[in-house]
């Protein structure tokens, strides 16, 4: 009796902790973003009245690593976005939840965090919509629409922070806002402010922003800035999917500005392969691709993506001296989550890289997201279907190009 009552009174105590003190901080860190009203999340952890009903789905979540979603192997690269939990933050979550989720003294609570009703980048020096909503229908396959839409600048601008508000997102799967520079030949036959389903190909501009589930706004670090040459459009892709119901949707896009030239043009560059072939039932089918650089860059944010199939993803870099390394490692990828990865620091990327991606593809029965195992699987846009694209974003000196960063140099003639 004496050893048992001894062993009792040496047993710790569970960790007490309060929501102010304690979680709040945690919350504002890396749940806010996405779990207040107007967001992604269907329920906001802003007061201690709205997430106290949570307190063990938020447990369960964090202490299974499900949330906030980070997919990254941590054995390669560090990553200046992430926003997993540490096991501190996890024992605390889980202890709060565990002594009866007590609010504690108001007193405690660390400043809230400010936002901007409807925005995430800040109030935008331009807000550009689709002129008229678009009508999702209740059932079928709806192709990606095009709206064209004239931005109005007569002279080069320089975009730090670009956003997309989604109007309707029980219907829209994503939005890329791509910059359609003057001349282009892309969606030619498009009507500016029209929807318009093209039949070539369905990226044909550089990169400005995207909304998909996890997606974080553009906000470029300073000095950095995306250009917008003198009488562009921006181009909204959208995809939508029908849900049963015919509805309709309004997105937008906001921009700010820089006040001055930047120091170094952010550029997108995708390595992908469009020319696959996943057999049914095929668990574990590989996917290559690369592509070379032909001018020195830095490395500024990697995403990868494929569809329901996609199983994991990594990209690779081996430099002109025959090194090479990860860069980023997706072991689990998850198609409900478009995900960012900014690499902490600068990663020079010099000219010779060689950026490979190599992804596989579950198409078995085994794979709870797969529409139909029984069926071969090939490159297209929609979500039954499969890509295979590695999107990396790229500093390098204003005024440099796509096709300056890919294309090598044609020596003169006579040389």
């Not at 054995?75 to 096991?87: A, E, V």
């Not at 002594?99 to 609570?109: F, S, V």
């Not at 892309?186 to 070539?200: D, Q, S, T, Y």
């Not at 010779?352 to 579950?362: E, K, L, N, P, S």
């Amino acid at each position: 009796m004496l050893s048992l009552s001894v062993a009792a009174l040496a047993a710790p105590k569970p960790l007490q902790v309060t929501f102010h003190k304690d979680v709040q901080p945690i919350l504002q860190k890396n749940c806010q973003g996405c779990h207040r009203p107007g967001e992604a999340a269907p329920m906001s952890f802003l007061t201690y009245k709205s997430t106290r009903p949570f307190a063990k789905a938020i447990k369960e979540a964090a202490s299974t690593r499900r949330m906030p979603p980070w997919h990254a192997d941590p054995h390669f690269g560090k990553f200046s976005n992430d926003k997993s939990l540490t096991q501190t933050e996890i024992n605390t979550l889980t202890a709060w939840a565990d002594t009866g989720a007590e609010e504690g003294n108001p007193k405690d609570a660390p400043q809230p965090v400010s936002f901007v009703d409807g925005w995430n980048i800040g109030k935008p020096d331009l807000v550009l919509e689709m002129p008229k909503p678009f009508t999702v229908p209740a059932k079928g396959t709806i192709e990606y629409v095009h709206y064209v839409i004239p931005v109005g600048n007569k002279e080069d601008v320089w975009v730090e922070c670009a956003e997309v508000r989604p109007g309707n997102r029980v219907v829209l799967h994503h939005v890329i806002a791509f910059v359609r520079p003057p001349g282009s030949r892309w969606l030619k036959n498009a009507v500016p402010g029209e929807p318009f389903i093209p039949r070539e190909s369905i990226f044909g501009g550089q990169w400005l922003t995207a909304y998909a589930p996890g997606m974080p706004p553009q906000i470029l670090a300073p000095g950095k800035a995306r250009k917008l040459p003198a009488g562009s459009d921006i181009v909204l892709q959208m995809h939508y999917t029908a849900n049963g119901k015919e509805q309709t949707d309004a997105s937008k896009v906001g921009l700010i500005f820089a006040k001055q030239p930047p120091q170094e043009q952010v550029v997108t560059l995708a390595v992908q392969n469009n020319r696959f072939t996943i057999p049914p039932h095929d668990a574990n089918h590989e996917v290559k691709a690369e592509l070379v650089l032909q001018q020195d860059a830095k490395l500024s944010a990697l995403m990868p993506h494929m569809h329901l199939r996609g199983k994991d993803f990594l990209f690779r870099a081996t430099y002109p001296t025959g090194e090479s390394e990860v860069l980023l490692s997706v072991p689990r990828y998850d198609f409900a989550w478009q995900l960012i990865y900014e690499p902490a620091g600068e990663k020079l990327l010099p000219k010779g890289t060689r950026i490979q991606a190599v992804a596989h593809f579950d198409n078995s029965a085994n794979n709870k997201a797969n529409p139909d195992p029984t069926q071969p699987v090939r490159f297209g846009e929609q979500s039954w279907e499969e890509m295979m694209i590695g999107f990396f974003d790229v500093s390098v000196p204003p005024g440099t190009t796509e096709r300056d960063l890919l294309q090598p140099k044609r020596k003169p003639a006579g040389d």
